[in-house]
Protein backbone atom coordinates (compact mmCIF):
# COMPACT_ATOMS: atom_id res chain seq x y z
CA UNK A 1 0.00 0.00 0.00
CA UNK A 2 1.22 3.43 -1.07
CA UNK A 3 0.16 6.74 0.99
CA UNK A 4 0.23 10.61 0.12
CA UNK A 5 0.71 12.47 2.83
CA UNK A 6 -1.03 15.69 2.80
CA UNK A 7 0.11 18.48 5.39
CA UNK A 8 3.47 17.39 6.01
CA UNK A 9 5.47 20.61 6.63
CA UNK A 10 2.66 22.32 8.94
CA UNK A 11 3.16 22.73 12.45
CA UNK A 12 0.77 19.13 13.21
CA UNK A 13 1.94 15.76 11.63
CA UNK A 14 0.54 14.80 8.13
CA UNK A 15 -2.48 13.07 7.42
CA UNK A 16 -1.77 10.19 4.95
CA UNK A 17 -4.35 9.49 1.76
CA UNK A 18 -3.97 5.99 0.54
CA UNK A 19 -3.40 5.73 -3.15
CA UNK A 20 -5.91 4.60 -5.28
CA UNK A 21 -4.76 4.40 -8.85
CA UNK A 22 -1.68 6.34 -10.31
CA UNK A 23 -1.87 6.89 -14.42
CA UNK A 24 1.22 7.76 -16.56
CA UNK A 25 0.75 9.52 -19.41
CA UNK A 26 1.29 6.69 -22.10
CA UNK A 27 3.92 9.20 -24.45
CA UNK A 28 5.64 10.27 -21.19
CA UNK A 29 9.78 10.33 -22.25
CA UNK A 30 12.20 11.16 -19.81
CA UNK A 31 14.22 13.01 -22.76
CA UNK A 32 11.71 15.97 -22.82
CA UNK A 33 8.49 17.65 -21.33
CA UNK A 34 5.93 16.92 -24.04
CA UNK A 35 3.94 14.40 -21.68
CA UNK A 36 5.44 14.71 -18.62
CA UNK A 37 2.22 14.10 -16.24
CA UNK A 38 0.48 11.76 -14.05
CA UNK A 39 -2.57 11.29 -12.27
CA UNK A 40 -2.69 10.05 -8.78
CA UNK A 41 -6.55 9.33 -7.15
CA UNK A 42 -6.33 8.36 -3.11
CA UNK A 43 -9.11 5.89 -1.73
CA UNK A 44 -10.52 9.64 -0.72
CA UNK A 45 -11.00 13.23 -1.01
CA UNK A 46 -8.59 15.52 0.21
CA UNK A 47 -10.39 18.40 2.26
CA UNK A 48 -9.63 21.75 0.51
CA UNK A 49 -10.52 23.71 -2.29
CA UNK A 50 -9.72 22.71 -6.13
CA UNK A 51 -9.39 24.72 -8.71
CA UNK A 52 -10.86 23.72 -12.18
CA UNK A 53 -9.05 22.44 -15.60
CA UNK A 54 -9.39 24.11 -18.51
CA UNK A 55 -7.78 22.85 -22.28
CA UNK A 56 -5.13 25.28 -24.17
CA UNK A 57 -6.05 25.16 -27.65
CA UNK A 58 -3.74 28.26 -28.70
CA UNK A 59 -1.55 30.23 -27.85
CA UNK A 60 -1.07 31.59 -23.94
CA UNK A 61 -2.48 35.02 -23.65
CA UNK A 62 -0.11 38.16 -22.48
CA UNK A 63 -1.42 37.70 -18.98
CA UNK A 64 -0.44 36.74 -15.34
CA UNK A 65 -0.29 33.28 -14.26
CA UNK A 66 1.44 31.68 -11.52
CA UNK A 67 1.49 28.51 -9.24
CA UNK A 68 1.52 27.77 -5.44
CA UNK A 69 4.30 25.18 -4.49
CA UNK A 70 6.40 24.18 -1.06
CA UNK A 71 9.72 23.65 -2.97
CA UNK A 72 12.48 21.85 -1.39
CA UNK A 73 15.17 24.44 -3.26
CA UNK A 74 13.61 27.22 -1.39
CA UNK A 75 14.16 25.62 1.63
CA UNK A 76 17.74 25.04 1.60
CA UNK A 77 18.38 28.49 0.56
CA UNK A 78 16.51 30.23 3.52
CA UNK A 79 16.70 27.46 6.07
CA UNK A 80 13.14 27.01 6.71
CA UNK A 81 9.72 26.14 5.21
CA UNK A 82 7.97 28.07 3.12
CA UNK A 83 5.09 28.07 1.21
CA UNK A 84 5.81 29.77 -2.07
CA UNK A 85 3.81 31.85 -4.49
CA UNK A 86 4.82 33.01 -7.99
CA UNK A 87 3.06 35.23 -10.71
CA UNK A 88 4.60 36.31 -13.73
CA UNK A 89 3.99 36.63 -17.18
CA UNK A 90 4.45 33.89 -20.18
CA UNK A 91 7.47 34.34 -22.09
CA UNK A 92 6.89 31.98 -24.91
CA UNK A 93 3.96 30.61 -26.83
CA UNK A 94 1.73 27.08 -27.13
CA UNK A 95 4.50 24.68 -28.74
CA UNK A 96 3.08 21.88 -30.74
CA UNK A 97 5.05 19.50 -28.27
CA UNK A 98 2.49 21.17 -25.84
CA UNK A 99 5.56 22.53 -23.82
CA UNK A 100 5.07 26.76 -22.54
CA UNK A 101 8.06 28.00 -21.86
CA UNK A 102 8.46 30.86 -19.60
CA UNK A 103 11.81 33.10 -18.05
CA UNK A 104 9.95 32.57 -14.79
CA UNK A 105 12.07 31.70 -11.43
CA UNK A 106 11.42 28.40 -9.91
CA UNK A 107 13.27 26.32 -7.71
CA UNK A 108 13.92 22.73 -7.05
CA UNK A 109 11.35 20.52 -6.09
CA UNK A 110 7.98 22.39 -7.82
CA UNK A 111 7.62 20.38 -10.41
CA UNK A 112 3.76 18.77 -10.31
CA UNK A 113 2.73 22.40 -9.45
CA UNK A 114 -0.25 23.90 -11.35
CA UNK A 115 -0.22 27.00 -13.69
CA UNK A 116 -2.90 28.61 -12.25
CA UNK A 117 -4.48 32.12 -15.05
CA UNK A 118 -4.48 34.84 -12.73
CA UNK A 119 -5.48 37.72 -14.60
CA UNK A 120 -9.54 39.08 -13.61
CA UNK A 121 -10.10 39.89 -17.02
CA UNK A 122 -8.99 37.11 -18.70
CA UNK A 123 -11.18 33.28 -19.17
CA UNK A 124 -8.03 31.30 -18.14
CA UNK A 125 -8.37 33.24 -14.54
CA UNK A 126 -8.50 30.99 -11.34
CA UNK A 127 -8.16 27.65 -14.19
CA UNK A 128 -5.09 24.92 -14.39
CA UNK A 129 -4.14 25.24 -17.89
CA UNK A 130 -0.63 23.51 -17.24
CA UNK A 131 1.46 21.42 -14.71
CA UNK A 132 5.33 22.30 -13.75
CA UNK A 133 7.76 20.15 -15.35
CA UNK A 134 11.18 21.32 -14.90
CA UNK A 135 13.73 24.30 -14.64
CA UNK A 136 17.34 25.53 -14.83
CA UNK A 137 17.83 27.37 -11.85
CA UNK A 138 16.91 28.56 -8.60
CA UNK A 139 18.79 31.96 -8.84
CA UNK A 140 16.65 35.14 -8.50
CA UNK A 141 17.35 37.30 -11.58
CA UNK A 142 19.27 35.14 -13.43
CA UNK A 143 18.14 36.04 -17.46
CA UNK A 144 18.90 32.46 -18.03
CA UNK A 145 16.33 30.75 -16.28
CA UNK A 146 13.79 28.81 -18.38
CA UNK A 147 11.05 26.71 -16.62
CA UNK A 148 8.69 24.78 -18.81
CA UNK A 149 5.51 23.43 -18.36
CA UNK A 150 3.79 20.48 -19.64
CA UNK A 151 0.11 22.17 -21.04
CA UNK A 152 -3.06 20.81 -20.74
CA UNK A 153 -3.46 20.33 -24.59
CA UNK A 154 -4.57 17.92 -26.95
CA UNK A 155 -3.94 14.40 -25.53
CA UNK A 156 -2.33 15.83 -22.22
CA UNK A 157 -6.43 17.19 -21.60
CA UNK A 158 -7.82 14.09 -22.50
CA UNK A 159 -5.15 12.14 -20.81
CA UNK A 160 -6.53 13.67 -17.77
CA UNK A 161 -10.38 14.18 -17.96
CA UNK A 162 -10.08 10.44 -18.84
CA UNK A 163 -8.34 9.14 -15.46
CA UNK A 164 -10.24 11.68 -13.01
Do not use: W
Not at 20 to 35: G, R, V
Not at 74 to 87: D, M, S, V, W
Not at 141 to 154: A, C, F, M, Q
Amino acid sequence: IFYITAGLHEPEPGTAYEIKSIAIHPEMNLDNSDHDIAVITTTKNYPTGTYPITEITADLPDAFFGSVSYPSGLIEKIGKFNQYTARFKIDGHLYSSAVALTKCLTYGGESGAALIGYQNDSPLNGKIVGVLSSGSGDDPGDPTTLTYYTTLSGSNYKFITDNL
